[in-house]
């Protein structure tokens, strides 16, 4: 006697019992398996310890930068993104997500002025909502600024990877809700037409359906110390629900022609000897095919093994306890509430011709089962891998609406930007670090896939640019304020040297008359006053030019005291170089920004610098990832080393 015909009779004699055991199991089960939901968590594409996530807990820890960030997609009928209205309808919006307790920054067009907040047709806008807590807890995040986010002006939609992920599993509870409406009528439909009765139909989706309630169950105390992705729940009830009815329509079907010659404490056991022995062996395979996922780095692949195993576990646990059981309970009622009468030998004339036609041509069955399998697999060649994205969601929900409108109108790959942590020999905001912080920059833009990069250098270049700017405009309207006074200073200063030159000589006759005769007759001052001043005023006109000459130096310096001259480095016409930027950062003009402030604290930690490569390819997609490899065959500046992550 086999060890599965011991177990048939074991089931058969013990049937009420087990029955019963599995009865409660269910019971206890129903209670669980609606919460496994809640525990899974997004994410789970990075592997431990790998680069990428490397670069994340060093983002986190020492930036200060949570990857859990939400964005805020703005919509207004008709009205420009960039008006008041808009605007004041925009922040109006935001103002309650400001004052959340896990919200650490909302960043928008209001607050900065960066055109790129504003989309391609400027009708749209967007904001970033960054939180303190990790990507795994952010639930509560993504509903409390969804409900304060609501604006009667404009529409709403919250999206991001945490908003993506919680509609994931919105999506995955509505799947499993599916698969009870559409999968298990349409299952019992089908095995109607196999079977012929009602009863032998119904038991194999009972049988899947207690596999699926008692793995679902199990998983949620499985990921109450395990990490588990969003993605176990469909395919836990997809295999769950496969399997089950899989291995008992394989057993219900042995079972049928065992009736035929045996009785049912004969007929269970001798079931369990021969299809319980294959379904034992087939689960195992499949056992074993899935625990390799448990090697992979990742917690998604990871998971997707652990849910695999317990559902294949649970399955062929069923198949070997549950169904015996039930069928000897049945026995003979098996094949009640018949549809159509059962033909001898259940259909074995087209099976048997079948059989015959391959065992006959062989070779052609192969040849064309390959070609048939070739077709199949052509689009292989051609598929286009990625990290799941708001894509895999129906249209439907509020996160995948709201990609799909960054996705159209905004620079969608800005949002979504490779991350480069660097650590410098020196301070980044030095002239050194600026400079290494340059040539690391210029290689990764360099680097195929990518279209640019953002740093801690070109955001002070940019700035200082501005600053540069600013000086020059102010400069060029200074002294052209100073060039519209020249004219005006010159004949003042002609005409007040004219007056000084004429009394002096005045001055000087009067002396010489009065010291010559005693005394000045009536009317001499006026007489030689009015000799005196033309031939005074042609002698000072004859050097307007040194006068005109000095009035211009001196307006010159007061240009200078009034306008601050630029740092070393920066030219007049605006070229920047790594030292220049250092000296204006330097200035209180740079010190006293604090929007400039906190975006250089954003990019700085230490000796470490953050840059963001902007690809050219969907970041979520294959495309972007050979960017990825380019970006990592950069050469460093010396003394300069640098980890990739991002595009997740």
Known sequence: ??????????????RWAILVIWGLLLISSSFFAPGLSGKLKGGGF???NSEAERVQDLMSGE?????????????????PARSEEFQKAQENALAGVRKLDNVRQVASYAGSNDPRFISEDGKKSYAVVTSDVSIDATRNVVEAVRSKVRSDELETYVTGAPAV?????EASNEDVKDAEKYAFPFAVIILIFAFGTLVAAGVPVLIGGASVLTALAALYFVAGFYDMSVFTLTLSTMLGLGLGIDYALFFVSRFREELEHYPPVEAVPRTVATAGRSIF??????????????????MFMRSIGVAGVVVVFVSVLAALTLLPALLGVLGPRINRLAIRRRRGGAGTAFWSRSAEIVMRRPLAVILLAAAILGILLFPVGHMKVGIPEATVLPQKYESRAGDDI?????DYSALNPMEIVANLDDDPLSARGLSDTRELGEGIGGADGVSRVESVYTVGEAAAEDYAGGVADAREQAQGEAAERVDGLVQRQIEEQTQTETDRAVNQQLSETKATYGAVPPGTEERLRADSRPRVEREVRASEGRIRDEVERRLAEEVDRK????PEGISAGGKVTPEGVANFLELPAARQSEDLQTTLDSYVAGDRTLLRGVTEANPYMQDAYGAVDAVRAVEAPDGTSFLVGGLS
């Open 63 to 79: 930036f200060g930068l949570s990857p859990a960030t939400l964005t805020v997609v703005f919509t207004g009928e008709g009205i």
């Open 281 to 298: 062996f087939s689960g195992t395979a499949v056992l074993i095919g899935l625990s390799g996922l448990l090697f992979f780095p990742f």
């Open 165 to 169: 992920y919680q509609d994931l599993e």
């Open 406 to 410: 960054l996705k159209r109108n905004f």
């Open 46 to 48: 990075d592997g431990a």
């Open 1 to 14: 006697m086999s060890v599965f015909h011991s177990i048939g009779v074991f089931a058969y004699r013990f």
């Open 563 to 566: 306008v601050p001259g630029l």
